[in-house]
């Protein structure tokens, strides 16, 4: 007998083992002749080599499954086995329905399906496809960071980029950063917490856990991207009506080969004091002649949180404020 040992890396193993490792427990019954023992992150394989040939094969089509998904499932297991020729209780060898891959971004946490849900998210999308640089500009509640993370996290799935950078700067709404208790990081993370909800939606605990970790996922605020150059990096700026003239000059200027960068705002919702002009205002006059850069505008029609919401936005336009 040979051995094999696949290595799971950068997986919840709750959602690719499944409960008490029943999934990889199911392979092991479909192959009776060979011992598959789950250890940790570890799958041993004992056997002859044509059975570790095609459990192996299968292992791989359960991990490329899970790394598009976020989880395998029971009926999983059984499609993979059933292609494989291998007949199982209950098994059809049909592959489970799924949501159409064409609009969907990401297969998130809890069965969350993340895709653009409008006409200018959809307009979002197909910009950051066909541009590195997308200025998405809307009212709140039309999912211009969501989407945006979203796109980000869809490449580095699909290894488009090595990491993704999401920054913001650190402009207080009515409140002053100095009195909040804490370090600088303990004071900007409330900040970014929509950012953080975002990813915990779409990335499995475990796994978002180690991209931080890893500085392959970094959340920071605007002025930690001084002097750096950022390449095979997904950028994301939020909140950017709030940068100045000089603070978006130097993060315009961050882009480093095999880069995209999606910056997000609302012109309606600028923080700075007065007579400080906004940086993605002025960017916007600047920049709109410049070929390779797209401008997607979202409006009150792209709400996508309470409907009271979009009555709200649509109120304060016609009030001129």
């Known amino acids: 007998m040979v051995e094999k040992v696949i290595t799971l890396d950068n997986v919840s193993l709750i959602d690719f083992l499944g409960v008490e490792n029943n999934n990889i427990k199911e392979v092991a019954a479909a192959f009776p002749m060979s011992k598959i023992i789950s250890r940790g992150n570890e799958i041993r394989i004992k056997g002859t080599t044509p059975e570790i040939t095609r459990i ?9 499954h899970y790394q598009k998904y976020g989880r395998v499932t029971h009926e999983n297991v059984q499609t993979y086995l059933g292609q494989s020729g291998i007949q199982t209780n209950g098994g059809t060898g049909v592959a489970p329905t799924l949501p159409d891959d064409e609009d969907v971004l990401v297969y998130g946490t809890r069965g969350v399906i993340v895709r653009a849900r409008t006409d200018n998210q959809k307009r979002l999308v197909e910009a950051a496809e066909k541009h590195d640089l997308v200025f998405a500009i809307g009212p709140a509640g039309t999912g211009k960071t969501y989407t945006a993370v979203a796109i980000a996290v869809r490449a580095l799935k699909n290894k488009e980029v090595k990491k ?17 208790p804490g370090d600088l990081k303990e004071k900007i993370d409330p900040y970014l917490r929509p950012i953080y909800d975002a990813l915990d939606d779409m990335i499995p605990a475990e796994k978002l856990k180690f991209y931080q970790e890893n500085r392959i996922i970094e959340i920071a605020p605007l002025a930690y991207m001084r002097g750096r150059t950022l390449n095979n990096a997904f950028i994301l700026l939020d909140e950017a009506q709030n940068t100045t003239p000089m603070q978006m000059k130097m ?19 600028i923080d700075l004091p007065n007579r400080q002009k906004s940086g993605l205002i002025e960017s916007v006059d600047i920049l709109k002649t410049i070929k390779g850069i797209a401008f997607v505008e979202l409006d009150g029609r792209d709400v996508v ?5 979009r009555e709200i936005i649509t109120a304060y336009e016609k009030a001129g404020q």
Not at 251 to 269: C, E
Request: avoid cysteine.
């Open 251 to 269: 993060f315009l200027t961050r882009m480093g080969p095999n880069s995209k960068a999606i910056i997000t705002g609302d012109r309606s919702q």
């Open 56 to 64: 192996s094969d299968i292992m791989d089509s359960l991990i490329q």
């Open 164 to 180: 993704i950078i999401i920054t913001r700067p650190a402009v207080e709404a009515g409140e002053n950063l100095g009195f909040l």
């Open 305 to 309: 949180r309470h409907r009271l919401v």
